[in-house]
């Protein structure tokens, strides 16, 4: 099975913007529907955005939608959330995610990288 490893995540200031990688490795990263949530303190764990297999179709949460932009590069076996105009209440523990099936729950996941948007 797949193994994530998230990078990417830091201190920044509002209006600023951040790019996390999610690498993959141990199987087939392609086989794999990949997604990002975050977990702010205090509160439960969202969905912050989700990519198919090839890449062709992409889901946001409506709280990041126009903000941020996920990818990814099967070639690379790494999966990627650009997140631009970032707000202090994007401030939160990111974590990739992947599932072998087209709907359901999520298989694996990440240990999580902070993200902190300062005002």
């Known amino acids: 099975q797949v193994q994530l490893v998230e990078s990417g995540g830091g201190l920044v200031q509002a209006g600023g913007s951040m790019r996390l990688s999610c690498a993959a490795s141990?199987?087939?990263?392609?086989?794999?529907?990949m997604g990002w949530f975050r977990q702010a303190p205090g509160k439960e764990r969202e969905f912050v955005s989700a990519?198919?297999?090839?890449?062709?179709?992409?889901y946001y949460a409506n709280s990041v939608k126009g903000r941020f932009t996920i990818s990814r590069d099967n070639a690379k076996n790494t999966l990627y959330l650009q997140m631009n105009s970032l707000k202090p209440e994007d401030t939160a523990v990111y974590s990739c995610?992947?599932?072998?099936?087209?709907?359901?729950?999520?298989?694996?996941w990440g240990q999580g990288t902070q993200v902190t948007v300062s005002s």
């Open positions: 141990g199987s087939t990263f392609s086989s794999y529907v």
């Open positions: 990519i198919n297999r090839s890449g062709g179709t992409t």
């Open positions: 995610a992947a599932r072998l099936g087209p709907v359901g729950e999520y298989d694996l």
